[in-house]
């Protein structure tokens, strides 16, 4: 359940409240350069930022304790420990008894028996931390290849990016707290997150990813599909409800004449529109990779709301306390990023 | 690549234009009783219908070699043949030359040499003919534990079904062409996709599924997640451009207050609202799972389109004649109900 | 449970006494020319021959329905269907109540509800028809890299081949019906065989595979090392005991100073002793690599046995009619010779 | 490459002279006891013993970072981290160039670019102290259903075992450096081993484990039987040329009704002798699960041996100094115990 790949593979492990979050990360060929300043760039796109985000704070501090010797990759194991130090498991016992609205709480609670519901337990976006490790290492190894990979905030809440977005955009995003791809995006993305948290509730969004510098017919067929790799990828991340290639749910209401990408003669064979989001039968037709994610609201808001009592069987009521982002999309942005790198190195690998 | 599934597997061969087309189905345990009458009418939902369909008929007799005697399987893999008997590859060749604009030919002549494009070789949507077939038997294993599963059009071009819809409208859709819920429905759908085809164009659309009888904690977590390997099976369908569970996109324009459902007592812990359809942590929260599969127009259009000339690297156009369907969304829907029984049939195994 | 490799994988499917039995083939890259004259001699060496053999005689003819056109693979899944025509269930009734000594009915009554015990049900040597099959298209494959296998009989009963045998001995062993590798051997054999015979009696033997053309370095390490990968695969086949390389468990009787193969330069590096059987840490050391196979009694012999009743619990005995070799060893050797192809196959995609 | 499983799944890391060696152990349920102790404990046991093991002293302190709490499992993975403390790399460079006979050198040279050789790298002995920590915590999962694992040494070098040893003879050896059954037997092992070491030789030897508690039906077929995947996983611990299940080599020149178990009502079902090492068609028969693995006297030896110089491809001669067993029998024992373990415990989860 923990793990992702076939060649390249993931192997994830810890809960939130563990003394360690952390993965092996297994299928990086000896002989890569890996920076590790890199990495803790990567970590720091994923923390908390002032008011939007949580209050819990992590240092993050990636270590890498095989597979990596001055900064070259030998060929086996890449271990990656993350410590957890900011654990405060006193708000969740609660949950025990009357599970969250939106959280995983209920289902976990009936499928594993002593559930341990402290930040979620192997359920919390804490796990993400070792992925955007992970990740960051498949980004330096695809670079090697020319393989490019950047997020950035497509929507949070009401406002949404409509413009047109390229990779160098994407990468711009990074100087912005909300990931946002202008300063002018980001300031009203900022207030409609501040705006929801000032009323005790949180809102969603939606992340966009880019991928570029894979060539034509790079990706599998049928079930090993690139599309269908990072659907499932993506799926993965706490949260997701939706994702699509290109133009996505909108193509469906388009006439073919619309759709199809047609082919072009341009320093190469290119295709004029990217409405199939560089994705024909499950591998890459040369053109940039995008798609989109939606992420729910976070589940846990100070309002009150509606919950059952597991004990008495009866309705109830709950107000979560606890430390919880606002909005989890600005953040989530370089876990996409991650899971698409390691999606990406797989394929490249087989 | 051919291969989905950890406890129910199957194993697809064949190609658009081979002598069989089939799969193996493993691990549907001994002693369930399937009857290959029901197997013929999901077979006959995925036909094509009419006018609104191609007009290369199969009679997609199914025959099943080995792991199911006198209607009760016996534990070992289970075959399924479909001979092909009306192929015509005479159009095809012109394709490997100019690619056409949204179709695999592409990246598949890069990726595969010699790739046999007559019919669209292995990329063909003739592969979900034993997708079909394996999803009945899958499905009739499900029902053994109340699990069942429908689905139905929500969309075709420009006509959008925006009714909420239950399992029992799903079941109705069986009996219209267009798989719509309702008749009036069915009658515009068909139309758009009439229209389009007059024009020598196409139309893509918006299949819906929905899943009831799962209960609380069925699925998996993180990269065994329910919705993870649902997007993940769904992608692998030819034509696929999105997916959505619950309020899908539109989930991350709420605040966390609108996007939760709250739990309520009523004859055992429900929710009041689906906006998760049914998903929590990856697992089923006891609702019904929901989720819409967003499909691209038929690529293969007779409307003349640009394109590139292989041999010359020059710009070129083209008109596909072959016997193409204006609208595969009808027909996907009895493919996209075989992926989902396929999935969960794995999942409860596990 | 019925698939072996991850990049050319083999799904078995049938039963002894179900209309066919067959396989996927998958993985075999296109353009790969295959011979279905050599796959039909192969199925020719696995047939039973004259009295010491089984008198159920089957015609084996191998359709190969899809993934081989004009003797040419097309890349996609090969599948390999033969009919089972000589089929006799009668026979085997008793046996669900009064388990086989020797045979897997016991626990197969055990783990399968409503096992089908005629012919063995899916345990039956039977399901080698299609491993030998598939094996011979893997060899043609491999052949394409210069590495060949071949395989012979070292012993049968109390009849051991004491000599050093080479590839061409196994090559030369194909013209006699032991497999033995010389025709004074092949006729010491052959009686023995028969003399267990004539008294309702069965015997063992061991079988040695040579392969050869690996290059240094071929294989993989720990759980994928190339003598695991061979181990699991001779094990899978009906009736085996033990698996040992080069010297095997004699050379745990040595000190390292004999053991231990001392490289030498002779038209490149070569070790002057093979006792390592070819494999270094997991790996082709490119000496030919060397390994035995021993193979249990038929179990099935006329000879009364003690056995019990599973319906009274009482003791019970049990004479087997049936149709039954007398000695497998001699139709094992193709099938240990299309394990080893199946696994190298997969070895070399990786 | 580094993993072991379907269910209860072994993920390696590390080499010889990384910082750590180590590996995740997932799915194994929550809710087991497990006793840090008694994993010291079997650690200890893989220790070097005295003047018979390699002067290379590690405190093997077993750190479980994760998926332990309080000495109970949470069902999330278990991360095992080991220090390497004494590592001397110093003695390792020459064999770049001039391969050790017997040794994975000269495959892993040409395999890995820029292999690390120190230590052995990843093929060093040195990765089998996790498997013996993820294997103690298998076998306290096992013993919850009553499935004992216990080991000793049948033979080394001349010193030859002869008796029926049973389960608790097993249990026994754990008090004797050499994992003999008997006090006596003990000391003509160690005798053995310090007459191979003073000539600056080495000695080979033959493990047996005995497993108890099996029902009948345990276990898998084909592929997945459970003699096929205890022989893969035996074939990957370092040295091995053999791997005999019951009577093994010695059962080919048996007759069937020699060699047949016949079944016996004793307090249940059970067959009078165990030829068949407990196993019928790859699932255990109920009787114990016997079988032996043939360890190859260790290859790095003092005495001069002819080796071949890669630099200058002339004839060359190595004598190894660095630190090593004379023999590595004794402690082998425990790791095919911890083997048997993780195979048992991952076919009882399926």
Chains 1, 2, 3, 4 share one sequence.
């Not at 498991?89 to 402290?118: Q, V």
């Not at 976006?125 to 490019?148: C, D, F, H, W």
Request: aromatic share 6%; charged share 25%; glycine share 10%.
């Amino acid at each position: 359940m923990y793990s992702l790949g076939k060649k390249v593979i993931i192997h994830l492990f810890g809960k939130s409240h563990s003394a360690f979050v952390g993965c092996i990360l297994e299928g990086i060929p000896a002989d890569i350069m890996i920076s590790e300043d890199v990495i803790q760039q990567e970590m720091r796109l994923r923390k908390p930022k002032g008011q939007i985000g949580t209050p819990r704070t992590e240092s993050d501090c990636v270590k890498i304790t095989n597979g990596i010797v001055n900064g070259i990759t030998d060929g086996s194991p890449i271990t990656i420990m993350i410590e957890n130090m900011n654990t405060d498991g006193s708000k969740y016992l609660e949950f025990e008894k009357k599970p969250r609205p939106g959280h995983a709480d209920f289902p976990a609670l009936t499928k594993f028996k002593n559930f341990d519901i402290r930040g979620g337990g192997q359920f919390s976006g804490r796990m993400t931390a070792p992925i955007v490790a992970a990740g960051s290492i498949a980004k330096q190894y695809l670079s090697v290849e020319n393989i490019q990979i950047a997020g950035f905030t497509r929507s949070i809440g009401c406002i949404h990016d409509k413009e047109d977005r390229n990779f160098d955009d994407a990468i711009r995003s990074r100087k912005f707290n909300t990931r946002a791809c202008t300063e002018d995006i980001d300031k009203k993305m900022e207030q409609e997150i501040l705006d929801a948290s000032a009323e005790g509730d949180s809102v969603g969004g939606i992340v966009e990813c880019i991928a570029t510098g894979m060539p034509s017919g790079f990706g599998g067929i049928w079930f090993e599909a690139l599309d269908s790799e990072i659907a499932r990828a993506a799926f993965s991340i706490p949260g997701v409800k939706g994702v699509e290639f290109g133009k996505g749910f909108d193509i469906s209401a388009l006439k073919g004449s619309q759709s199809n990408d047609a082919f072009v003669m341009d320093d190469g064979i290119k295709t004029k529109t990217n409405n199939m989001g560089g994705i024909l039968g499950g591998m890459s037709d040369g053109m940039p990779m995008v798609f989109r994610i939606a992420f729910k609201p976070t589940p846990s808001i100070a309002k009150t709301q509606n919950t059952v009592n597991l004990e008495t069987k009866e309705n109830d009521t709950i107000s979560i306390k606890g430390r919880h982002d606002p909005c989890i999309v600005p953040r989530a942005v370089s876990v996409a990023e991650a899971m698409t790198a390691l999606v990406l190195a797989d394929q490249m690998r087989r």
